[in-house]
């Protein structure tokens, strides 16, 4: 809440100066701007100039949206579990902070230019985009990483690397600054156009590194982060298509026109806006929804369902294993027993109960449904069991009572 002070002080500076002016001044105001705002922040609220009104209200909520995606991110940082998802918050929050800037250098576009704010603005455009595309750049290194090695490097790495690379664009511009302000002399606000777009090339191969990368992640072996893949992928083709657009305008499409110099700030406040709500709508606010997403929880296979084909089901099933023909066979070994066995049962001779359990036995046809006792079950039951001679079934003694308990 620390803003706040600063904020009243800021609106009691503005209305004591909108007090202290002259009757002719507050005549001389543009339309809409009749309620405090002077020179020079009279493209806040001209209404004649409609580009300075819609530029400052697309920035304002995107301030707003990055704001509270940063806010959510960190609030619920210690939910995210999984180490994958955790590096890549690191560079999330530091492309926020990027598309702050961005939305915050469109302002210094509405205000008319002074010597100071051409510095801030040739020093900051290159490095801001350098510090967000940057953050993609490492987003598929991270991706790439992922699907290759099941593993991803810290979060901490990805940052400075991307602060590193950003700090690159920075030496460019603190040099270009250097030998054309201090060295020869030029006002800040004199540059050519193509000079500005040369020293935003570092940028544009930052971008398509990014690009490339994201590519390349699309080729992991895990289909887990394929779409962020894709989302980053979609994110630098439009960013690349927005960088084309921009350029080409800037340097000949507003010669052409005929409105070189009083287009050149609408083109580049534009660019920044727009390039920021395409970060945050593309990359930065689906990978927030994906980090703090709760992974799956797996589930148990219905093994009452017979409409699903489950494989566990199918991998506990150890008699698919066996032919159909040696299963026929173990069932008749088990089962089934021969006349001859039956009738040295009944004569007590070589083939008697206990010799006829340790010789071979021939296999007894397949009968279904039918009652096939044992060796065993007939000596439990004691006595000797009729057979009939037409249907080959056994059948109990008429005193049998059951399994005699020993």
Known sequence: MAFLPVLLLLLLTVTQRAIGQDSEDSEALPTGCGWGLVRPYTLLCDLDSMWGVAVEAVAAGGVLTAFLLALILLCRLHTIGEAEKRSGVGPILLLLLGILGLFGLSFAYLIEQDESLCLLQRALWGVL???????????????????LERRSP??????????????????????????????????????????????????????????????????GKTSQWRCNAIWLVVTCLLSLLLWVAWVGFYL???EWLGRSPEWNDPALAIALVAQGWLLLIFHAIPEAHICLRSPPQPTAP??????????????????????????????????????????????????????????????????????????????????????????????????YTGRQLW
């Open 252 to 254: 000949h499409g507003i």
């Open 154 to 219: 810290g979060g901490c790495a990805l940052t400075g690397l991307a602060l590193g690379l950003s700090a690159v664009q920075g030496i460019i511009a603190a040099e270009w600054l250097l030998l054309t302000v201090l060295r020869e002399g030029r006002p800040a606000c004199e540059y050519l156009p193509m000079d500005f777009s040369l020293a935003c090339s570092y940028v544009l191969a930052l971008l398509l590194a990014a690009l490339t990368a994201a590519c390349l992640a699309l080729c």
């Open 129 to 147: 985009f350098a510090l967000c595309f940057s953050c993609l750049l490492v987003q598929g290194v991270r991706l790439r990483r992922i699907g």
């Open 302 to 399: 219905d093994y009452f369902d017979t409409s699903q084909n489950s494989t566990r089901m199918r991998e506990t099933s150890f008699d698919e294993d066996i032919p159909l023909s040696h299963r026929q066979f173990v069932e008749n070994q088990g089962y089934g027993y021969s006349d001859e066995n039956a009738a040295g049962l009944r004569t007590g001779g070589p083939a008697g109960p206990h010799n006829s359990n340790t010789g071979p036995r021939p296999s007894a046809p397949f009968r279904s449904n039918v009652y096939q006792p044992t060796e065993m079950t007939m000596i439990l039951n004691g006595g000797a069991v009729s057979t009939s001679s037409q249907s080959q079934v056994p059948s109990a003694p008429p005193t």
